[in-house]
Nanobody, 123 residues
């Protein structure tokens, strides 16, 4: 079955940077829209960023636009989330997700999910 495995997150100070990766197996991400979502304690899981199968189209939540960048290496079957200027409100469990739908920003559009990785931003 399809597996998505996120890299370990971590603890970072406000203003710092962190890069997450997500490696896929049993799914070629070259045919998939890849997305990142996050869930803070007591809140719903929310969309962060998505990349179309070719990487030619990306979408971002307003809260991360200009600070986060999604990218992919189809040859490595891996998608990345570069997070800069991190703020305490970015603290959440971050999830990688995949779908065969063309660019998707809604949680229910995604079929496959990683296990999540904790990112904590201290003030």
């Amino acid at each position: 079955q399809v597996q998505l495995v996120e890299s370990r997150g971590g603890l970072v100070q406000a203003g710092g940077s962190l890069r997450l990766s997500c490696a896929a197996s049993r799914l070629s991400i070259s045919i998939a829209t890849m997305g990142w979502f996050r869930q803070a304690p007591g809140k719903e899981r929310e969309f962060v960023a998505a990349s179309s199968w070719s990487g030619g189209y990306t979408s971002y939540a307003d809260s991360v636009k200009g600070r986060f960048t999604i990218s992919r290496d189809n040859a490595k079957n891996t998608v990345y989330l570069e997070m800069n200027s991190l703020q305490p409100e970015d603290t959440a469990v971050y999830y990688c997700a995949a779908t065969i739908k063309p660019i998707a920003t809604i949680r229910d559009d995604y079929n496959y999910w990683g296990q999540g990785t904790q990112v904590t931003v201290s003030s």
